[in-house]
């Protein structure tokens, strides 16, 4: 099994990749390359290469990546806010969620929240990504009231905040239409939402992960209906649990469906499933997390299917590690996301890449692997482009293992 990109991919060049893929495999990908859409039957034949084939798929992804978006990584300053890990939900694959009288339950006050937003700023934040459990006898007035608060103090903040999951809850809570709760979100300051909850979008995936979470059609509902009044989001997969290449195809060109209706999606975000401290992996319901050569599938594949469509293909570093998050920034991505500050969702479920990361070790990663360092705010405007190294930058080599510092293949 692969387990770190091979060095002498390095100097391969996309054209002499495709020749060396076996003929089925090359076809795909130059009609894609060509421009052409691919469809499922394509995808699911890329879904599951391995050697020169892989190596077709991730060369064919990095040209297409270079042909739409350039040669520049971007990122964001960010900060995350986790408000509170009590929830009632329970999904399986979660290490994160507290009944609400474990002994670590919590639910931060504004005020410390506030705290948080305002350091977040003095640090260079632009975003503030907020996100929680879901308590059930939550108030469901307390969603708008959050970024009503924060927007008021912080008014150049970009409040990027709650999943579909926390907006059903939110419109179970205060009686309101999901059109009426999306647009009081809109007036006290929401600007994007996270396009999280979806893990896989098939409901037999869903029920064995977590039966009590959103089904598809209303994930799809709330997403449409928030891109219809003007509130954008990102949009995700989980990958590395108990799904097949063929639910990632499915899931990706639902996905390419609703951006060509809609136009509200920012980009696409594969999360690998952290499985250590999770209930579905200790109880032998999923394999070990997402592999090394699941990440380069996943990535690749999104930028040939989605291309045209969803530009922009972030890796996160949190699950991927900064090794991993570099090699699927040479198979088709092109954002870094942000440097988060705090990050507790991840941590949770066993991931150890840290919980925050400077912008100058990004640019300094960015420049490892010979690409552009770019600042961008959440909905991808271009803030600052870093031509060239700058005083900040240094690797963040102590979370990095020895051989991934510097790959470019
Ligand atoms: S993933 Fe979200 S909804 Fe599911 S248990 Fe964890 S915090 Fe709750």
């Known amino acids: 099994m692969l387990t770190e990109l091979d060095p002498s991919w390095q100097d391969v060049e996309y054209g002499h990749a495709l020749n060396r893929a076996r003929p089925d495999v090359a076809r795909?990908?130059?009609?894609?390359?060509?421009?052409?859409?691919?469809?499922?039957?394509?995808?699911v034949a890329l879904g599951s290469v391995e050697g020169d084939d892989l190596l077709a798929l991730v060369k064919t992804a990095d040209e297409m990546r270079r042909r739409a978006v350039g040669d520049a990584i971007t990122y964001v300053v960010n900060r995350n806010l986790n408000f509170t890990n009590i929830c009632f939900v329970g999904c399986a694959f979660c290490g994160f969620s507290r009944g609400p009288k474990a002994h670590d339950a919590y639910f931060h006050s504004t005020d410390k929240l506030l705290r948080k937003c305002r350091e977040a700023v003095e640090l260079g934040a632009t975003e503030v990504c907020i996100q929680g459990g879901l308590p059930r006898d939550l108030n469901g007035t307390y969603y708008a009231q959050l970024l009503r608060d924060i927007h008021s103090a912080l008014p150049e903040l970009h409040l990027h905040a709650f999943s579909p999951m926390e907006i059903a809850h939110g419109v179970e809570r205060t009686g309101l239409s999901l059109s009426e709760h999306l647009l009081s979100l809109k007036e006290a300051g929401l600007g994007s939402i996270p396009g999280t909850a979806a893990e896989i979008l098939d409901n037999d995936v869903r029920e064995e992960l977590s039966p009590n979470k959103l089904r598809v059609e209303r994930w799809i509902e709330i997403i449409k209906t928030a891109h219809s009044l003007g509130i954008p989001s990102t949009s995700t997969m989980m990958y590395g649990h108990t799904e097949s290449?063929?639910?990632?195809?499915?899931?990706?060109?639902?996905?390419?469906?609703?951006?060509?209706?809609?136009?509200?999606?920012?980009?696409?975000v594969p999360l690998g499933f952290i499985h250590t401290e999770t209930r579905l992996f200790r109880k032998g319901n999923a394999r070990a997390g997402h592999s090394f050569t699941e990440d380069l599938i996943v990535h690749a594949l999104a930028r040939v299917l989605l291309n045209g469509t969803i530009p922009n293909l972030q890796v996160s570093?949190?699950?991927?590690?900064?090794?991993?998050?570099?090699?699927?920034?040479q198979a088709g991505a092109n954002d870094f996301s942000g440097t988060l500050m705090e990050e507790s969702i991840s941590k949770a479920a066993g991931a150890d890449y840290g919980e925050n990361v400077l912008p100058g070790e990004l640019r300094a990663l960015t420049r490892s692997i010979g690409r552009i360092p770019a600042e961008r705010t959440t909905t991808y405007e271009i803030r600052q482009m870093f031509a060239a190294p700058d005083s900040d930058e240094r690797l963040p080599v102590e979370r990095m293992p020895a051989a991934g510092i510097g790959v470019g293949y």
């Open 28 to 43: 795909i990908l130059t009609r894609a390359l060509e421009g052409h859409e691919l469809g499922f039957d394509d995808g």
């Open 317 to 329: 570093w949190v699950k991927l590690g900064f090794h991993g998050a570099l090699a699927c920034l």
């Open 245 to 268: 290449p063929e639910h990632w195809v499915r899931h990706m060109l639902l996905l390419r469906d609703i951006q060509k209706e809609t136009g509200g999606f920012t980009e696409f």
